[in-house]
């Protein structure tokens, strides 16, 4: 029987290409639409942990409910036993100390209020890959009196690196104290509503103008974002027991979970119409070829041939084309998704962001075996109606089709 259909699949080559074409483009179509919604996605997350969160934060208990409004009634003293007990679990690559704070700056001539971090510059310029630098440099471990500031505050107060700035806030006990800075540089961050507010000096400089010892914040930096959810995992429990909260980075961003249950509905309805039109077309192809061929199959009935043979002769035959086709789809799809990415595509700045980026067409075995399993499975599911319907033509209609 499989001899047999390849025969035929040889035999009707205008007939074969048709069909091969429709699987070809639809399984290609599946892949790249699927491979760039993945990227999307994956791009998205890498921006939002390296320029802002990390891939988790630890915290005392109650901070991420009430710590906005009372900073410094959340202060980890000596962290440095967290912070090792942390570091030593398999996966993590570093562990980041930050002070939250908020204040005012000034400029000499107006006041801005702000949100501000004291931050170990060196390892926040590692950590910090999608932060981007407008004017000047990242700050660095020898900026003892530096700042950067995002790049909205340095367009409200008209400043650019070299300029000095105060920074005024509240000391834990409620006194007012002040520090002059150096500004470094202006950074832009993924999110337009950070740089707005946002400014960083170094760490040591902000426990002195808070004065304290503590910090407020552990950011965990993973070799891998996939092992997010494993390494949550095996740290929460010891966490929570003494005290403390952990928050993966899809926790902290919102805005992520929001934005990709938007993604999925606009390009699941596009994947949806690729679909459609893969069936259609396929359907289509499969159609002319099974109704043309009803003499062909009228004749092996009349020469001996049971109808289930017929039956089961076009579901083969079927099932091969959309077998090569998936297969051919797939290669294509795998290597035109290397070039794409290999160019790049040049996208806008997502919702509420300032930067644009390059996307790519990611390559997902799964998606390539969905896509493929798509192409088999509509070519046969194509062929059942028309293989019924023929076969149950009786011998003597099927064979005045060759008149």
């Known amino acids: 029987m499989l001899k047999l259909a390849v025969r035929n699949i040889l035999r009707q080559k205008v007939r074969t290409g048709m069909t091969l074409s429709a699987i070809i483009f639809g399984v290609l179509g599946l892949i790249l639409s699927g491979g760039f919604i993945q990227d999307i996605f994956v791009q998205l997350g890498e921006a939002l942990i390296h320029s802002q969160s990390g891939h988790m934060q630890v915290v005392k208990a109650g901070y991420f409910t009430y710590g906005s409004r009372s900073p410094e009634k959340y202060l980890i003293e000596n962290p440095d036993g967290l912070k090792k007990r942390i570091a030593a679990q398999p996966g993590v690559d570093d562990v980041l100390l930050r002070v939250n704070f908020s204040g005012l700056l000034n400029n000499g001539r107006t006041d801005w209020p702000i949100i501000g971090e004291g931050v170990e510059p060196d390892k926040e310029q590692k950590l910090g890959s999608f932060m981007h630098i407008v004017e000047g440099r990242q700050l660095a471990d020898g900026d003892d009196f530096g700042i950067t500031l995002g790049h909205g505050v340095a367009t409200a107060l008209q400043v650019a690196p070299g300029d000095h700035i105060s920074l005024l806030l509240n000391t834990p006990e409620g006194a007012l104290n002040t520090m002059e800075f150096e500004v470094i540089g202006v950074f832009q ?164 962001a300032n930067l644009g980026y390059l996307a790519a067409i990611r390559i997902l075995p799964l998606e390539v075996l969905s896509a493929m399993l798509i192409g088999l499975i509509a070519t046969v599911c194509a062929a059942v109606l028309p293989a019924a319907r023929v076969v149950k033509i009786p011998v003597v209609d099927a064979l005045r089709q060759w008149v």
């Open 189 to 352: 961050s993924f999110s337009k509503d950070f740089d707005a507010r946002a400014v960083r000096i170094p760490i040591a400089a902000a426990q002195e103008l808070l004065g304290t010892s503590g910090i407020n914040t552990l950011v965990v930096s993973l070799g891998k974002t996939p092992d997010t959810d494993r390494v949550a995992a095996a740290l929460r429990p010891h966490l929570e027991r003494e005290g403390y909260e952990l928050r993966t980075w899809v926790q902290l961003n919102d805005f992520y979970e929001k934005t990709i249950d938007l993604y999925k509905q606009q390009f699941g309805f596009l994947q949806l119409i690729i679909l459609i039109m893969v069936l259609l077309s396929v359907a289509n192809s499969v159609n002319m070829s099974i109704f043309e061929r009803v003499g062909e199959f009228g004749t092996m009935m009349a020469l001996g041939d049971r109808r289930r043979d017929v039956f089961q002769l076009i579901l083969t035959e079927s099932a091969v084309i959309g077998l090569v086709g998936s297969v051919v789809g797939a290669l294509l799809g795998v290597g035109l998704a290397a070039v794409i990415s290999e160019i790049g595509i040049p996208m806008p700045p997502p919702p509420n």
